[in-house]
């Protein structure tokens, strides 16, 4: 495992530990209009999106290149008696069994994924540029990405991520997606820099 990765294990397991942390708030206030058919949740961490979104009864694929946290994350789905599936990247398949989570082990500055396969597309607290135009491609027409994470504001505030490669400019997100129509969109500055994104792909809804 890349020493990049690798670091995420000791964090993801002490998060665990500590309870693990909430759905953001964007994705549990959105829930109710979020698409039902397959889903993507990207960096996916110990879990907690792709929790909720199986637990509505839709087939999630689940990424992430910790092996801690993907194992955590298997053991909360079946606590809640939702089925397991391991898989491992580069390709991402899409799952399309309703509560059923495909977990992927995956770099994903390797990951391949699979065109117009999603209903939905998750990508929170993860900033990987060159991956943007594979997730325009991945979404079904119609369907809808949810994009959240932290921006170079973030570095006023005492705690969060300080690396300002893994940082939005201010605007940045707002044309990260050009070719998906943009439905919502908010940068924020209060006790942390982050932007919002909602987006939809063109054509049919799901």
């Not at 929170?124 to 369907?143: D, M, N």
């Not at 921006?151 to 201010?170: I, K, V």
């Not at 997606?177 to 919502?184: D, G, I, R, Y």
């Given at each position: 495992m890349p020493a990049n990765l690798s670091k995420w294990d000791p964090k993801h397991r002490a998060a665990a530990e500590n309870g693990g942390a909430e759905p953001a708030s964007i994705v549990r206030e959105l829930l109710p209009l979020l698409p039902h058919g397959p889903a993507l949740d990207l960096a996916c961490g110990t879990g907690r999106h792709a929790l909720l979104l199986a637990a509505r009864n839709q087939p999630v694929t689940a990424v992430d290149g910790s092996n801690v946290?993907?194992?955590?994350?298997?053991?909360?789905?079946?606590?809640?008696?939702?089925?397991?599936?391991?898989?491992?990247?580069?390709e991402i398949t899409a799952e399309t069994r309703p509560r059923h989570i495909r977990i992927v082990r995956c770099d994903l500055e390797m990951a391949i994924l699979p065109e117009a396969s999603f209903a939905l597309i998750l990508c929170i607290h993860y900033l990987q540029?060159?991956?943007?135009?594979?997730?325009?491609?991945?979404l079904f027409p119609g369907g809808m990405l949810v994009f959240e994470t932290f921006t170079?504001?973030?570095?006023?505030f005492a705690s969060g991520p300080r690396n300002p490669a893994f940082l939005l400019e201010s605007g940045e997100l707002r044309s990260a997606f050009p070719s998906l129509e943009l439905l919502f969109h908010r940068e924020l500055r209060a006790g942390q820099g982050i932007a919002t994104l909602v987006a939809q792909r063109a054509g049919g809804r799901t």
């Amino acid at each position: 495992m890349p020493a990049n990765l690798s670091k995420w294990d000791p964090k993801h397991r002490a998060a665990a530990e500590n309870g693990g942390a909430e759905p953001a708030s964007i994705v549990r206030e959105l829930l109710p209009l979020l698409p039902h058919g397959p889903a993507l949740d990207l960096a996916c961490g110990t879990g907690r999106h792709a929790l909720l979104l199986a637990a509505r009864n839709q087939p999630v694929t689940a990424v992430d290149g910790s092996n801690v946290a993907l194992e955590i994350l298997a053991e909360r789905a079946r606590a809640a008696h939702l089925a397991v599936d391991f898989a491992a990247g580069p390709e991402i398949t899409a799952e399309t069994r309703p509560r059923h989570i495909r977990i992927v082990r995956c770099d994903l500055e390797m990951a391949i994924l699979p065109e117009a396969s999603f209903a939905l597309i998750l990508c929170i607290h993860y900033l990987q540029r060159s991956l943007h135009p594979q997730i325009e491609r991945a979404l079904f027409p119609g369907g809808m990405l949810v994009f959240e994470t932290f921006t170079r504001a973030q570095l006023e505030f005492a705690s969060g991520p300080r690396n300002p490669a893994f940082l939005l400019e201010s605007g940045e997100l707002r044309s990260a997606f050009p070719s998906l129509e943009l439905l919502f969109h908010r940068e924020l500055r209060a006790g942390q820099g982050i932007a919002t994104l909602v987006a939809q792909r063109a054509g049919g809804r799901t």
